[in-house]
């Protein structure tokens, strides 16, 4: 009978997608926007099927599910609580802890978001895993469609290249297809940065664009605190320089500057806001969890300038280059690594055969990519030990650094030569 109901939805869902006008006014071809969605969902059927049966019970996803089922059968039994409980917390400390990484009801309240979401999906699947999958891929998609409007508009010409990037990327495509935070923050990203682009653009702000906007960062800092966190001075920055049309890189770096010194001092006017701590925190948090297949070892953060420097280095060569070629602790890193170091390569390879036609890409927009993606790439670099979850929290912004890699590069042909999908 699922099989019957998994047929049933999909079928309805491909019609949507082919007629809700944010998507279908993309400029994609329908046969091309069909099977990038078919491909997505054929990812998250991929990640559960190999979550349950090569990782087995007590993974992620299929937890998320099960306490989905779980919040179901109470909008059964008791809808007062079913609606109330997200906003109750159980802990002696009440509603403290906002960035605590354990027992806390902000900690919390990040997978909660989700299973609640999945709750309400099954009404309609029943519980069953695949289904709800399907309606989550299904609001995630249009955070892949946001990146590719987004894109396509600085690079116009590169419609194959904008695709590859970002729908085609194998790691984004695979963890952001779970049901899991990792699509959310794609997607809550995907609205924030679409949105402010296009008030820039335009030159002009609606309210339901702000709107939009405010509401992906609220979520953002729910689901995600420290992503936020790095996003704001990047927004900050871009939208003042913008607005000022003063030299690029020197509002980026005067904002970095004064936020570096913020973000170490404020402590010293706020007794109660220490940010080096919370890093501190949240990596001592990590490594207290039990030892991973893929762990690697991390210095040990302090909350002075002098650590944080220091370990500048380990940081980002743990996320820009881990898992080594021929480091692979656990068999299935194995396409992960060929595929990071198959993104190096493209990027060595854009310093000798960039296209010297190329329409010049949106320069406050590249800077603001670099400094946000470094900074988070920073801050998953000081906080995780284990590679397996470098992979997949690196896996999200890879649209946002090959995308322009991709549409930069000099390929010796007509796009229309490249790709089938260009003439589908």
Not at 10 to 34: H, M, Q, Y
Not at 177 to 191: T, Y
Not at 276 to 290: C, G, H
Request: aromatic letters at 16%.
């Amino acid at each position: 009978m699922n099989y019957l109901l998994f047929a049933f939805y999909l079928v309805i869902l491909c019609s949507l997608i082919l007629r809700v006008p944010f998507i279908k006014n993309a400029g994609i071809r329908p046969g091309v926007l069909l099977s990038l969605f078919l491909l997505k969902i054929l990812a998250g059927i991929a990640i559960g099927w190999i979550a349950i049966h090569i990782y087995g019970p007590g993974n992620d996803y299929w937890d998320t599910n099960d306490y989905a089922l779980e919040e179901y059968q109470l909008l059964q039994t008791n809808p007062v609580k079913y609606l109330i409980n997200i906003f109750t917390s159980h802990y002696q400390g009440g509603y403290s802890g906002m960035f605590s990484s354990g027992n806390s009801y902000w900690n919390d309240l990040k997978g909660n978001i989700v299973i609640k979401l999945v709750s309400v999906f099954n009404i309609f699947s029943r519980g069953d895993y695949y289904i709800n999958s399907l309606f989550f891929n299904f609001i995630i998609f249009f955070g892949h469609v946001m990146l590719y409007r987004l894109f396509i508009k600085i690079y116009p010409g590169s419609q194959v290249w904008v695709i590859m990037g970002c729908f085609l990327l194998p790691s984004t495509l695979y963890f952001s297809s779970g049901i899991h935070k990792d699509g959310l923050v794609l997607l809550l990203m995907a609205v924030v940065i679409y949105g402010v682009y296009q008030s820039l653009s335009k030159n002009r702000i609606s309210i339901k664009r702000l709107l939009f906007i405010l509401a992906g960062l609220i979520l953002l800092f729910l689901v995600r605190n420290f992503i936020l966190l790095a996003l704001l001075p990047a927004l900050f920055a871009w939208i003042l320089a913008a607005k000022t049309k003063w030299n690029t890189a020197l509002v980026f770096i005067s904002v970095y500057l004064l936020g570096g010194l913020a973000f170490f001092n404020i402590n010293a006017v706020i007794t109660k806001i220490n940010p080096p701590d919370i890093i501190v925190k949240k990596q001592e948090a990590y490594k207290s969890l039990p030892i991973a297949a893929t762990q690697i070892e991390l210095a040990a953060l302090q909350p002075t300038v002098k650590s944080f420097a220091s370990n500048i280095p380990q940081a980002l060569g743990h996320v820009l280059f881990l898992p080594y070629p021929g480091q692979q602790p656990v068999k299935s890193l194995l396409p992960f690594s060929f595929e990071l170091y198959f993104y190096l390569f493209l990027l060595l390879l854009l310093f000798f055969f960039k296209k010297k036609d190329n329409l010049p890409a949106d320069k406050l927009l590249m800077f603001f990519t670099l400094f946000f993606i470094l900074t988070v790439f920073l801050f998953i670099g000081y906080i995780v030990p284990n590679i397996g979850s470098l992979i997949r929290y690196r896996s999200l912004y890879l649209p946002f650094i090959i995308t322009p890699v991709l549409c930069s590069l000099n390929w010796g042909k007509d796009e229309r030569e490249i790709c089938y999908l260009k003439i589908i």
